[in-house]
Structure formats: C-alpha cells, structure tokens
C-alpha cells in the first residue's frame, strides 16, 4: 500500500510562508490524484488543494490566490506553498492520494502535519 509522509509544518507570523512537502513510497503512476485537507479544532474538514497526474489543479474559495499546489512525478512528492498565511489557516494539514489498484481506487491519507499562524 501507499503511504504518505507529510513535513513543513510549523509556527509563523501573520503575512509569512510555509511549503509542506507531502512524499508517496510508491511511484506516482499508481496514483490518480493527489491533494491536501485541512481541519482545525471545532470545524469541518475542508478541501485546500488538489493536483492530477497531469498538473490540473484546483483549490479551495478560501485558500485560492495564496497557496499554491504542484507535483514532481520523479521524486514522488507533492507539494503545497503557502504564501499570505492568516490565523484562520491554522489547523492540522493532511496529504491525500487516490491510488489506482486494478480497476479500482484506494484512499490514502497522511498522518498530518500541524500550520500555526499566530495574529
């Protein structure tokens, strides 16, 4: 099975940057799509971003215009730049996969990674 490792998640200011790096232990041709959630304490899980095999993305009302998605099929990663980061984009980051086994799909999550912005 896939598995997924999440890193770059820490503490900034108000207005900074982070890149969370998400790598799969398997090739990405296994994988149909990949992207990432976000939950904070007291709400719902919400879509962030997302990328296919083929670099069409798309992105959450919230987080569009500042973040930024892209994928690098030879090392097996993705990535999620965050630029303009604000309190509310505090919560705990999950990268996600759908991976393609036979003629079906697998879901595949990372274990997170924590993005605290303080005000």
């Known amino acids: 099975q896939v598995q997924l490792v999440e890193s770059g998640g820490g503490l900034v200011q108000t207005g900074g940057s982070l890149r969370l790096s998400c790598a799969a232990s398997r090739s990405m041709f296994t994988i149909n799509v990949m992207g990432w959630y976000r939950q904070a304490p007291g709400k719902q899980r919400e879509l962030v971003a997302g990328?296919?095999?083929?670099?069409?993305?798309n992105y959450g009302d919230s987080v569009m215009g500042r973040f930024t998605i892209s994928r690098d099929n030879a090392e097996n990663t993705v990535y999620l730049q965050m630029n303009s980061l604000k309190p509310e984009d505090t919560a705990v980051y999950y990268c996600?996969?759908?991976?393609?086994?036979?003629?079906?799909?697998?879901?595949?999550w990372g274990q997170g990674t924590l993005v605290t912005v303080s005000s």
């Open positions: 996600y996969a759908e991976q393609v086994v036979g003629r079906s799909t697998r879901d595949v």
């Open positions: 990328i296919t095999f083929g670099g069409s993305t």
